[in-house]
């Protein structure tokens, strides 16, 4: 087995941007005269573990990408990581296993909010998006030097974090809104006031979500995972502060809790689609801060393997290459 990480920095984008008016927005929108900057990072890592046979072919490969598949090529559809499959099995072979693991992109997708050019059709976009990070992890696994990946472990923690629950006054209004037809209300506070009804029936019989955060570990390499749209910034938090060289946060793994911001988006300046209260996604302030603190707590609470190394290059044999120890000739 091999592990390593490749760059792909041009397929993903921070969704989310602060306005004038002092509030954070999720696409805004192309052309957008109210947009100050972007609210927060990407993540442009491409983290690869591969496994081979003793003849040396490649097997299979988990490939770790922060980015949304949310190219929407139409129909029920593994979106761009059909491409990146299809990219890597087209160089390595139709029989190579691919297992592809959703970095921390909750705040990330394919869509540039400051271009100016049109984005490109679906069917394309997903093609843009899947072959150029199904490329580089090409690149990565042709870079690996297969070893011995030990030790292998994993831990486990389930946090019980409170869900935020709406004012009382806002339920009696949502219930009031949703007797009514979505055109008579608006499809989007109809849509909205719906969610906050089905939150309050939520809360009565579960105020408290069970949120598994575990960390698998094969040899030097981490696989750091949690049930929620996580956002980009805790990834790298718990990319930080983990022990190990290589270190992959893994969101949506073993449920789904909804999407988990940063604290500061819920701050004065924060906003956006993220932070809506619904029952979808609904977990305390707090909660990506909890995540990410026990996330970390786990990762050093186990020891990384020793990276596999190509063999050393022989000794020198006390003579240059023949064809290039010469002056220069000039005549």
């Given at each position: 087995?091999?592990?390593?990480?490749?760059?792909?920095?041009?397929?993903?984008?921070?969704?989310?941007?602060?306005?004038?008016?002092?509030?954070?927005y999720?696409?805004?929108?192309?052309?957008?005269?109210?947009?100050?900057?972007?609210?927060?990072?990407?993540?442009?890592?491409?983290?690869?573990?591969?496994?081979?046979?003793?003849?040396?072919?490649?097997?299979?490969?988990?490939?770790?990408?922060?980015?949304?598949?949310?190219?929407?090529?139409?129909?029920?559809?593994?979106?761009?990581?059909?491409?990146?499959?299809?990219a890597?099995?087209?160089?390595?072979?139709?029989?190579?296993v691919?297992?592809?693991?959703?970095?921390?992109?909750?705040?990330?997708?394919?869509?540039?909010?400051?271009s100016?050019?049109r984005?490109?059709?679906?069917?394309?976009?997903?093609?843009?998006?899947?072959g150029?990070?199904?490329?580089?992890?090409?690149?990565?696994?042709?870079?690996?030097h297969?070893?011995?990946?030990?030790?292998?472990?994993?831990?486990?923690?389930?946090?019980?974090?409170?869900?935020?629950?709406?004012?009382?006054?806002?339920?009696?209004?949502?219930y009031?809104l949703?007797?009514?037809?979505?055109?008579?209300?608006?499809?989007?506070?109809?849509?909205?006031?719906?969610?906050?009804?089905?939150?309050?029936?939520?809360?009565?019989?579960?105020?408290?979500?069970?949120?598994?955060?575990?960390?698998?570990?094969?040899?030097?390499?981490?696989?750091?995972?949690?049930?929620?749209?996580?956002?980009?910034?805790?990834?790298?938090?718990?990319?930080?502060?983990?022990?190990?060289?290589?270190?992959?946060?893994?969101?949506?793994?073993?449920?789904?809790?909804?999407?988990v911001?940063t604290?500061?988006?819920?701050?004065p300046?924060?906003?956006?689609?993220?932070?809506?209260?619904?029952?979808?996604?609904?977990?305390?302030?707090?909660a990506?801060?909890?995540?990410?603190?026990?996330?970390?707590?786990?990762?050093?609470?186990?020891?990384?393997?020793?990276?596999?190394?190509?063999?050393?290059?022989?000794p020198?044999?006390?003579?240059?290459?023949?064809?290039?120890?010469?002056?220069?000739?000039?005549?």
């Open positions: 087995c091999g592990v390593g990480v490749g760059i792909e920095d041009q397929v993903a984008f921070n969704r989310r941007f602060r306005m004038k008016n002092g509030l954070t999720t696409h805004p929108r192309q052309g957008n005269p109210d947009i100050v900057e972007v609210a927060g990072p990407t993540d442009p890592e491409v983290g690869v573990l591969g496994a081979w046979s003793n003849d040396g072919r490649l097997l299979g490969c988990v490939v770790n990408f922060a980015c949304h598949a949310t190219t929407s090529p139409g129909g029920i559809s593994a979106n761009y990581i059909y491409y990146l499959e299809k890597i099995r087209g160089f390595f072979g139709e029989d190579v691919v297992v592809f693991l959703a970095g921390a992109c909750g705040d990330v997708t394919q869509v540039d909010n400051l100016p050019y984005f490109p059709a679906a069917e394309k976009w997903a093609q843009l998006v899947g150029r990070v199904g490329a580089e992890a090409v690149k990565v696994l042709l870079s690996m297969p070893g011995r990946l030990t030790p292998i472990a994993v831990k486990t923690k389930v946090l019980r974090i409170k869900r935020r629950a709406p004012a009382p006054d806002r339920v009696r209004r949502c009031e949703v007797k009514k037809s979505p055109k008579e209300v608006g499809r989007t506070e109809w849509t909205f006031a719906k969610e906050i009804v089905l939150l309050d029936a939520l809360l009565k019989r579960h105020p408290v979500a069970n949120v598994q955060v575990q960390a698998v570990q094969i040899g030097p390499a981490l696989f750091v995972t949690n049930p929620a749209e996580f956002f980009c910034q805790l990834g790298l938090d718990i990319k930080k502060g983990s022990p190990f060289p290589f270190t992959f946060p893994v969101e949506l793994a073993n449920g789904c809790v909804g999407y911001p604290e500061e988006a819920f701050g300046h924060g906003g956006g689609y993220e932070t809506r209260l619904t029952s979808y996604s609904n977990l305390e302030i707090t990506g801060t909890q995540i990410v603190k026990t996330s970390i707590e786990l990762a050093r609470s186990l020891k990384p393997g020793p990276v596999p190394q190509p063999p050393p290059a022989p020198f044999n006390g003579h240059p290459w023949s064809y290039g120890n010469v002056p220069p000739e000039r005549h």
